[in-house]
């Protein structure tokens, strides 16, 4: 099973930029859909980006054009660059990894999980 630690988080007003990082450790992810969620208080755990092992990406309409997925498998490590940071993108955001081949939004399709790194955007 793999392990899987974010990094990046922080405080960044409105308008700015953070780049997060997931790195794995305990299994090579290169043949795993990787993703990152977000989950704000109060609110459910939602798709934010996608990447399957072949490197299609797939973002969630809110952060289309704003946030960028990339992966580095020979590194094991996932990415998500975030662009024009905006007060809605405030969250705890998580790294995930799917045995599926095709790649999927939901939740439950995840196979194991980081434990999140927050980001607060601030006016």
């Known amino acids: 099973q793999a392990q899987l630690v974010e990094s990046g988080g922080g405080l960044v007003q409105a308008g700015g930029s953070l780049t997060l990082s997931c790195a794995a450790s305990?299994?090579?992810?290169?043949?795993?859909?990787l993703a990152w969620f977000r989950q704000a208080p109060g609110k459910e755990r939602e798709f934010v980006a996608g990447i399957k092992w072949i490197g299609q990406t797939y973002y969630a309409n809110s952060v289309k054009g704003r946030f960028t997925i990339s992966r580095d498998d020979a590194k094991n490590m996932l990415f998500l660059k975030m662009d024009n940071l905006k007060l809605e993108d405030t969250a705890r955001y998580f790294c995930?990894?799917?045995?599926?081949?095709?790649?999927?939004?939901?939740?439950?399709?995840?196979?194991?999980w980081g434990q999140g790194t927050q980001v607060t955007v601030s006016s």
């Open positions: 995930a990894g799917t045995y599926r081949v095709t790649m999927t939004t939901a939740v439950t399709d995840y196979d194991y």
């Open positions: 305990g299994r090579t992810f290169k043949s795993d859909g």
